[in-house]
């Protein structure tokens, strides 16, 4: 393939409307609901963490490439910790790798993993990366699509359909468990199911559980704890969701050694390194005590629960999340069908910013009628939104 052709191909990933609405956020004053980082910093105890090791001389030089044992101990202690019952555990010295937040991970386990042509089965809809770096590879993305159900009021996996996705050429699942921009929590038949598939076609599965602490309804498992994944399984996470600081982009990757091997090489080649001073801070935020993550989770519940009221009350119908800090909306009970006309007009009508969800699409129809809001603000501003929402 030649070069502007790859370029064109990756080109045409460039989920440019998340530039777009902040853009329009901005010149309209609008609350700015689209895209999905917190409007406060995290811990101000990890904060001076940072601080002091940028004052200390810690990582402002290149950090050891698989990441500071201090990290990489603590990410071992965490899994420990909180799926240890479910006998999953790592060895910090071979079996974690340290990257510059969860996207790096992506990329350099689809690289690592996916040679040109093999086919790579992901949810749809899907966080926008996933096809670019499926693409970068050279896989072929088979989404397996995700629907809502207007009875439930949640978005709904079939297996029927999964596992017709597989064939003689599917090398990797790409599996987003809490979902975005979804919202669903796969259960443990679902996910036990999605294991027996992998384990009887021996395929290999890359796990993005950047959301495992924001679970409302439901229980996080890691795919890894499932029997015969742990040896198949990369399973992605990072500081950015569960701390707040998804501008220092630190993440990690926990796995077999032969696949953080793999991973490695190809990582190594992306950044090298990163994030030096910000890994010392987040090996500490690992060890913070329960009541963080419980409290974390019970903020941003109450937080859902405030926007989908105010959204519910505006006339969309709401899918209520399970998990993650995103609510899809569809926009049909409002009169509309095509989510892009409407998140471009909705700063001018009422002052907010949302993103359309047929950017996470192949089959652009399935996703046209929604439209996805985050709820990682504070109370005040969601209240705003709400209120300014009742406009439509």
Known sequence: MDRPLLNRRLAAFGTTIFAEMSALAQRTGSINLGQGFPDADGPEEVREAAVRALRDGRGNQYPPGPGIPELRTAVAAHQQRFYGHLGLSYDPDTEVLV????TEAIAASLLALVEPGDEVIALEPYYDSYAACIAMAGGQRVPVTLRPSAETGTYHLDLDEFRAAITNKTRLILLNTPHNPTGTVLSRDELAAIAALAV???????????????????????????????ERTVTISSAGKTFSFTGWKVGWVTASAALITAVRS?????????????????????????????GLREDLRAKRDILTTGLTDAGF???????????????RPLGATDGFAFCRALPERAGVVAIPNAVFYDHQDQGAPFVRFAFCKSVAVLEEAAGRLKRL
């Open 317 to 331: 119908q709401v899918f209520r999340p399970a998990g993650t800090y995103f609510i899809t909306t569809d926009i």
């Open 99 to 102: 990257t510059a937040g969860a």
């Open 266 to 294: 190809a990582k190594q080649f992306l950044t090298y390194v990163s994030a030096g001073p910000f890994q010392y801070a987040v090996a500490e935020a690992l060890a913070l005590p329960d009541s963080y993550f419980t």
């Open 200 to 230: 009887e076609h021996d395929l290999l599965v890359v796990a993005d559980e950047v959301y495992e602490h924001l679970v409302f309804e439901g229980e996080h498992l890691p795919l890894a704890s499932f029997p015969g994944m742990r």
